[in-house]
């Protein structure tokens, strides 16, 4: 398998711009994560899905993100608008649950988001 | 809730050497500890995990943690590091395991020293 698939790797956008990031999870995954890396906070979730269902978005700084999963297959995280402080890695991961499950969540690439 | 704290944020080592990265974690309700290491500029890689059991966990890499639940501590070990552990490490919690969000610790930057 070609692992968890996230793009674009970096972005650089200015302030006040639309951001959309993309991921891919592993095929036959259930669980969908994303995650934001800053020096500042470290890694944090934002928010998961199950089965394309969002099951915990508690984490989502303020109303400018928003996180859509249309299909087992595809998930966007939306920053708009966008401003300096978002400037992060945003990671995305998937596991799968049930027969056979290791309980292990695998990590994309992340991408590395500038907000000039 | 969860919390995770990584008592070293750098820890620099010789190569060849032993090294402990410290892991203490609170929680109010029983939790899966997983160690994940990050590479320069990737993704997270998962190291090890405890679910129950033995609480002694072999992972990749030569590494094993002990999980020790009266101290509340998961402390990552390696006997002989080498200069391609040079990495950041981190401790996590979940009670769902892969069913739930991971609460990590702030990361223990290894620096392995020729």
């Known amino acids: 398998d070609a692992g968890v698939i996230q793009s674009p790797r970096h972005e650089v956008t200015e302030m006040g711009q639309e951001v959309t990031l993309r991921c891919k999870p592993i095929?036959?995954?259930?669980?969908l994560f994303w995650y934001r890396q800053t020096m500042m906070r470290g890694l944090e979730l934002l928010i998961y899905f199950n089965n394309n269902v969002p099951i915990d978005d508690s984490g989502m700084p303020e109303d400018r993100f928003s996180a859509k999963m249309p299909n087992a297959s595809f998930s966007t995280l939306k920053i708009q608008p966008s401003e300096p402080r978002d400037s992060a890695v945003y990671f995305c991961?998937?596991?799968?649950?049930?027969?056979?499950?290791?309980?292990?969540?695998?990590f994309g690439p992340g991408t590395r988001l500038t907000v000039t | 809730a969860q919390s995770v704290t990584q008592l070293d944020s750098q820890v620099p080592v010789f190569e060849e050497a032993p090294v402990e990265l410290r892991c203490n974690y609170s929680s109010s309700v029983s939790v899966y500890l997983f160690w994940y290491v990050q590479y320069p500029n990737q993704g997270l890689q998962l190291l090890l995990k405890?679910?129950?059991?033995?609480?002694l966990v072999k992972g990749i890499n030569g590494f094993e943690a002990e999980f020790n639940k009266s101290q509340t501590s998961f402390h990552l070990r390696k006997p002989s590091v080498h200069i391609s552990d040079t990495a950041e490490y981190f401790c996590?919690?979940?009670?769902?395991?892969?069913?739930?969000?991971?609460?990590f610790g702030k990361g223990t930057h290894l620096i392995i020293q020729p």
């Open positions: 405890y679910l129950s059991g033995s609480t």
């Open positions: 996590a919690v979940s009670p769902g395991g892969g069913a739930d969000g991971l609460t």
């Open positions: 991961a998937s596991s799968v649950t049930g027969g056979g499950a290791n309980y292990e969540q695998y």
């Open positions: 095929s036959g995954h259930d669980y």
